[in-house]
């Protein structure tokens, strides 16, 4: 499992990767990865995830970055002291890359800023059945 963490005005991302052997096929050159996303509000305001941003580098430094409408069909609300989770997943045509990104959020004032999502590793070290 790898880890990454971030905090942005309260906002704390957390993120563990795995790779899913099951679902990957290496001698086509597929490897799927899961990661698990728990988005805390740890600040004063209450803030709404809106739209993500993910910029995905696989083993040879090729990148791809994914944008759209807030995570797995939602666009929670995370009052001070609650807690999103969600688990989504990332193919890669290499046996390693990374993830990083921001998730746009914005308070009910209107306020927008970009809670960051800190680089993770996704490798096949990791293995979940």
């Not at 990767?17 to 988005?39: H, L």
């Not at 990083?100 to 070290?125: C, H, K, N, R």
Request: one cysteine or more; hydrophobic letters at 35%.
């Amino acid at each position: 499992m790898f880890q990454s963490e971030a905090v942005t005005r309260g906002i704390r991302v957390r993120v563990q990767s795995f790779f899913v052997k099951e679902r990957s096929a290496p001698e086509q050159g597929e490897w799927f990865f899961a990661y698990q996303v728990t988005i805390s509000n740890e600040g004063d305001e209450t803030a709404q995830l809106v739209s993500r941003h993910w910029i995905i580098t696989d083993g040879n430094g090729s990148e791809d970055e994914v944008r759209g409408p807030g995570v797995v069909g939602e666009q929670p609300v995370l009052a001070p002291g609650e807690t999103f989770q969600y688990t989504s997943a990332c193919p890669l045509g290499t046996p390693f890359g990374t993830m990083q990104g921001s998730y746009q959020m914005v308070t009910p004032g209107g306020e927008a800023f970009d809670a960051e999502i800190a680089p993770f590793a996704l490798a096949q070290a990791q293995t979940v059945n």
